[in-house]
């Protein structure tokens, strides 16, 4: 069950580009935004922050959208054709998150604030597993133990922001 509530997400989800087409108005998670809108063009959060996939049940691409107007799927970085699903991430209390060199073992680094300059902290090629401990982070609540595992396109990361930031 989602914690978002009407009063605090909404967006707006639109069929073609500049919010025009069939739109669909959205205040809850959905894993699969295709049996409201066939394609997903343009889009509007008037409440909230979202996170956004290409594909049905939260997977593919995902991408972050705080409030505001994206009247372009395609201006936005986008990597595909549509949007398929999406849910509301929230932040929490607590903030911190480790994060590992191999399988979750060799240099270590914990982070509890925003971190502009990941390579800045920890001095590998490449970071390759996360475990978030707490909080809401840009990036996923789970533990993988490869960061391509949960769709990244390489394993560098650069930097790392809190949620409650961001709202």
């Not at 549509?82 to 607590?94: C, D, L, Q, Y």
């Not at 533990?143 to 709202?167: F, P, W």
């Amino acid at each position: 069950m989602s914690l978002c509530k009407h009063l605090y997400c909404r967006s707006f989800f639109y069929e073609d580009k500049s919010f025009w087409g069939c739109c669909y108005e959205c205040s809850s998670d959905h894993l699969d935004l295709q049996s409201y809108v066939k394609q997903c063009n343009s889009i509007q959060v008037e409440k909230g922050s979202w996170m956004v996939s290409e594909k049905p049940n939260y997977s593919g691409h995902q991408y972050f959208l705080k409030r505001g107007d994206y009247s372009d799927f395609q201006k936005w970085l986008s990597l595909c054709d549509s949007i398929s699903s999406r849910n509301a991430p929230h932040a929490r209390a607590s903030h911190s998150s480790t994060v590992c060199h191999m399988e979750l073992q060799g240099q270590m680094l914990e982070f509890t604030d925003n971190c502009p300059s990941v390579p800045g902290y920890i001095h590998l090629p490449e970071i390759c597993s996360l475990n978030v401990l707490g909080g809401s982070w840009i990036l996923y609540e789970m533990e993988y133990r490869r960061v391509l595992d949960c769709g990244a396109v390489n394993a560098k990361i650069v930097s790392l922001q809190r949620m409650t930031d961001l709202h």
